[in-house]
């Protein structure tokens, strides 16, 4: 069925590494790809997006690949901090609504 | 400011009410959105609205209702058919349908049954 999937369910990194989110979708038509970060209590606040086409977008610290032959777009997060500390969603339209991955709950330790 | 505000945060109700969670958005956006999260759990998508007087279910409808007779409101109504309404409520909207417009969310309402 149309689906999104996310990947990992739980990512623990020390400050500074790199952190990276993957996220397949199953509609071939689908063209618009947020990501959105999530802290406790609150809601989802839009951090990046590409659209289908490009194959990567970046600002600053943060940027989205995006490979439409797999179906496959990651979030990549560098030089991590702990303010970076949160739920991490991925999405994509599928069916006319936007569908959203399970979660990634990163936490970087200091 | 522009934004989407949600209220009340924080909701308890008793087995058997109805209770009904505000949602008010002055970007002048067409559609508008309800989804439950659940604790340690995705956003599933419970009603959602393409332009006023006009409403479509989403994935988990049963035991909700809303309406959309203005533009900048959409009120979700959690009735006494859901069985576990304990949830994290958030209210989103976009310019238009959500396929390829941006998504944004209000802060979200919690509800508890007591």
């Known amino acids: 069925g149309e689906n999104v999937e996310q990947h990992p369910s739980t990512l623990s990194v020390q400050e500074g590494d790199s952190a990276v989110i993957k996220c397949t979708y199953s509609?071939?038509?689908?063209?618009?790809f947020p990501w959105y970060k999530q802290e406790l209590g609150k809601g989802p606040q839009l951090i990046i997006d590409?659209?289908?086409?490009?194959g990567e977008k970046k600002d600053q610290r943060i940027a989205v690949t995006l490979n439409k032959t797999a179906k496959h777009f990651s979030l990549h997060i560098t030089e991590t901090q702990p303010e970076d500390s949160a739920v991490y969603f991925c999405?994509?339209?599928?069916?006319?609504?936007?569908?959203f991955g399970q979660g990634t709950e990163l936490s970087v330790k200091p | 400011d522009g934004g989407i505000t949600q209220s009340p945060k924080y909701l308890f109700r008793k087995e058997g009410q109805n209770v009904t969670l505000s949602c008010e958005q002055n970007?002048?956006?067409?559609?508008m959105y309800w989804y439950r999260q659940d604790p340690g759990q995705g956003l599933r998508l419970i009603y959602y609205?393409?332009?006023?007087?006009?409403?479509q279910k989403g994935d988990i409808a049963e035991g909700y209702s809303v309406s959309r007779e203005k533009k900048e409101s959409f009120p979700l109504t959690v009735t006494s058919a859901q069985k576990n309404p304990t949830a994290f409520y958030l209210c989103?909207?976009?310019?238009?349908?959500?396929?390829?417009?941006?998504?944004?969310f209000g802060e979200g309402s919690w509800l508890t049954v007591v």
């Open positions: 590409i659209r289908s086409n490009v």
């Open positions: 999405a994509a339209p599928l069916g006319g609504k936007l569908i």
């Open positions: 609205s393409q332009i006023v007087n006009d409403f």
């Open positions: 989103a909207s976009s310019p238009a349908l959500s396929s390829g417009n941006t998504i944004y």
């Open positions: 970007l002048n956006h067409d559609a």
């Open positions: 509609d071939s038509a689908s063209n618009y």
